[in-house]
């Protein structure tokens, strides 16, 4: 169970996150919507103790992630997904995948690259093992990415705009691989702009607005008429990302 | 004139043990060099203010001091004030600590041309500080540092010929003794030149295959 309670992020003067309660159980996938600003990446980045909290809490499994000692409890617990990839330069795919089975869990490196070969060729990259970052494409690097989150077998998947630097082609493909894993079971908070995506394979969709959380509903209260689609600002929101 | 390199002959076991100890010292001070700038460097890009200051107060220091000034008061003043260190041992710490200062400077740059994303992806897969460090930090800023890091290096095994103001007789030592021996410094300077070149060129063909092997995956564009 992911709880974030009261969640308060400040820069500078201005007021990211503010009092924003968030639960994610086992076998949810949350989809998190919202214009850009509104603290969707920002409350990614508290989740995984990437900044700081200004206020209130967060845990993952009962483990407080503002403490450092139980933070790297909670970090075994998540696996990331970043907008930008940030792949490992000098590191093969294969090697990209295995660094932290094999240095974070000591895990054997034969067993960890035996599945981490698996898990590539579940993307469909299993002749790309051994390439760089710099010789795969934008949607490889990405599901390389999904690979090294999965590689660690996280409970909870975050996913911080995971198609947004990508082309509609690449997109699809690695929105393919989330809705397997959504199948499969697998545990998502998904921050994303692909609204009809989300609508798909969520559970529940919650909406942020200027570090508020406006809404947290089932999907299909979500995008009905008399629930989410009720408040004029969600309504709005939707319709301008439909038409972009 | 005529020259005549072969009066040089009888000299030659001479100076190729003075050749060897300047390559056991560069080789040591490139190592202790390249293990106090990494320190260095780590420690001028810390999150804690005091380490990041100590660390830049040094590294200036020892850049806007000329090293001869810095030989003469390790080998010449410390006794003063009751330390005694070897001529090899002092050549050797002396071109490390001011070696390091430039290295920490090359070093320091390529961490700080890192993607913060690529870190902060080593952080949250539950890797300890160290293991981010050794694993992702430094291999990555080498990929950049290693060239320019190459011209400290050759700069410090031309600026070890200094050493033989404090006794020690290394390659440049040695050419002295012989050049007044035989009074054909002519001939002596131009091995001397030779010998130098040739220690350099070893040095940054190591340094080419290095940057090559790190940034491996680049292809051509690097080469």
């Known amino acids: ?244 | 004139m005529r020259i005549d390199l072969s009066l040089l002959v009888p000299y030659l076991p001479f100076m190729l043990e003075g050749a060897l100890l300047t390559a056991q010292v560069c080789v040591l001070a490139l190592l202790g060099s390249l293990i106090v700038g990494a320190l260095m460097a780590v420690a001028r890009t810390s999150a804690n203010t005091l380490l990041r200051r100590a660390a830049s107060i040094y590294a200036d220091l020892f850049r806007n001091v000329p090293f001869i000034v810095q030989l003469f008061f390790f080998y010449y003043g410390l006794p003063e004030i009751g330390i005694y260190i070897d001529a090899f041992t002092t050549g050797v710490v002396a071109l490390s600590i001011a070696g390091g200062a430039f290295t920490s400077d090359v070093i320091r740059s390529g961490i700080l041309a890192i993607e913060p994303g690529i870190i902060e992806a080593a952080q949250v897969s539950g890797l300890s500080k160290t293991k981010v460090f050794s694993k992702i930090v430094l291999p990555v800023a080498l990929r950049t540092s290693v060239r320019p890091m190459g011209s400290v290096f050759i700069n410090l095994i031309l600026t070890s010929s200094i050493l033989s103001t404090i006794t020690l007789n290394e390659l440049t030592g040695t050419a002295k003794i012989v050049a007044s021996d035989t009074f054909k410094p002519f001939e002596v300077y131009v091995v001397l030149l030779i010998a130098y070149a040739t220690l350099t060129y070893l040095v940054s063909l190591l340094i080419a295959a290095l940057h090559r092997r790190l940034n491996r995956d680049l292809g051509e564009a690097v080469r």
């Open chain 1, 1 to 244: 169970m992911i709880k974030a309670q009261s969640v308060r992020k400040v820069f500078g003067s201005v007021t990211v996150l503010d009092g924003v309660d968030l639960t994610v159980a086992p076998g949810e996938v949350v989809s998190i919507l919202g214009s850009s600003g509104s603290g969707k990446s920002t409350l990614i980045r508290c989740i995984n103790g990437l900044e700081r909290l200004d206020g209130g809490s967060i845990t993952v499994d009962d483990f407080d992630v503002s403490k450092p000692k139980e933070l790297a409890e909670a970090r075994k617990r998540s696996g990331t997904v970043f907008q930008m990839f940030n792949l490992y330069p000098h590191m093969t795919a294969l090697q990209n995948v295995t660094l932290a089975p094999v240095e974070v869990l000591k895990r054997p490196k034969a067993e960890a690259e035996a599945e981490g070969r698996a898990l590539l060729a579940s993307v469909g990259l299993a002749d790309r093992a051994d390439a760089f970052p710099s010789q795969l494409s934008g949607g490889q690097r990405q599901r390389v990415g999904i690979c090294r989150a999965l590689a660690m077998k996280p409970r909870y998947l975050l996913l911080d705009e995971v198609t947004s630097a990508l082309d509609p082609e690449m997109t699809a493909d690695v929105l393919d691989i989330l809705a397997k894993l959504a199948k499969e079971g697998t545990t998502m908070v998904f921050v994303t702009h692909e609204i009809e995506f989300a609508r798909t394979i969520s559970s529940r969709v919650v909406f942020l607005e200027k570090g508020r959380l406006v809404v947290d509903l089932p999907t299909e209260q979500f995008f009905a008429a008399d629930g989410g689609l009720a408040n004029p600002r969600i309504a709005q929101f939707l319709s301008k990302m439909r038409k972009d």
